[in-house]
């Protein structure tokens, strides 16, 4: 039989124990990977300062 190791105690094998399947922000909740404890957002914004539409109006400094 193969005993893995405890993903949060290395000194540990795994029983099974499901504490690794624990919400870290709420220890009443499994994990369903929901990225709020990892400050996931849904969207990236980039800041657009001028759109050229002629590349010879675009000077490099």
Known sequence: MNRTVCILDENKECDNCME???CDLD????????????????????????????PSEYHEK
Request: proline residues 3%; aromatic residues 6%.
């Open 27 to 54: 220890p009443n909740k499994i994990c369903d990977n929901c990225g709020k404890c990892l400050d996931i957002r849904d969207y990236a914004a980039i800041r657009i300062d001028r759109v050229y539409t002629d």
């Open 20 to 22: 690794c399947e624990i």
